[in-house]
């Protein structure tokens, strides 16, 4: 017994970073701290051998809660917002790409859409203004849009953080703004397609949401 009470295994953690997350914990955006942790032998106080590392842990300066590493991949609440309104501008160009940007009605619908995701400013001339530098940035690179790849790539980081009504949410915006002028046209309803896919939308669930949704508009 008088060994247990001079002798034990103490964990000295070193703080390697920190920042912002959302921590599960406390529910909201918060600052962190992520600690790197040896296990150490000691004998009335003195560390007197090393006993290897443990796992990091990220610990919230708030409730002082410990997470795994992995919480980290949780985008905060504010970083998510502005991943959300970047995807409805992506889906709104990708569309009006599409063969929407011909008609003025889908155009203002685009603004419409755009501006209640928080681009308060935008308007019809700056979507032109952007409809065209794309167009010549296509002409140049090559770059489409419309292409899988592209939407994949501007998409796929915030499909992972949203439910299911959150993605098809998405896609019903891109819809509204090609039905605005009339019934889907074959390239707007290609460019859905894609973008049903790189949300992450079964095939099956995409043709039903495309489908009903002129009963919504």
């Known amino acids: 017994m008088g060994w247990v009470r001079l002798a034990g295994v103490r964990t000295a953690w070193t703080t390697v970073e920190d920042g912002d997350f959302f921590c599960p914990g406390c529910g909201g955006d918060r600052n962190y701290e ?18 290897g590392e443990v796992e990091a842990v990220v610990v919230c300066s708030s409730c002082d809660r410990h997470h795994g590493p992995e919480v980290l991949d949780q985008p905060t609440t504010t970083r ?37 995701a928080g681009f308060t400013a935008c308007d019809e001339e700056q979507l032109l203004t952007l409809l065209v530098a794309l167009s010549a940035d296509q002409a140049t690179t090559g770059a489409d849009l419309t292409d899988e ?12 953080h949203l439910a299911p009504a959150g993605r098809e949410a998405l896609l019903l915006q891109g819809a ?21 896919r790189a949300l992450r939308i079964p095939v099956a669930d995409v043709d039903r949401l495309l489908a009903a949704a002129p009963e919504r508009s």
Not at 37 to 51: C, K, S
Not at 177 to 194: H, K, Q, R, V
Request: net charge positive; glycine share 8%; charged share 25%.
């Open 176 to 196: 509204r703004i090609a039905l605005a002028d009339g019934p889907y046209e074959e390239e707007e309803l290609a460019a859905l397609s894609t973008l049903g």
């Open 34 to 51: 992520r600690r790197v942790g040896r296990r150490r032998l000691t004998v009335l106080g003195l560390p007197v051998a090393t006993r």
């Open 149 to 160: 790849p592209e939407l994949r790539q501007a998409l796929e980081p915030l499909s992972a």
């Open 80 to 116: 998510l917002a502005s991943m959300l309104r970047d995807a409805v501008h992506t889906v709104a160009l990708a569309v009006l790409a599409a063969g929407g940007a011909r008609s003025r009605t889908a155009r203002l619908a685009a603004v419409g859409s755009m501006r209640a």
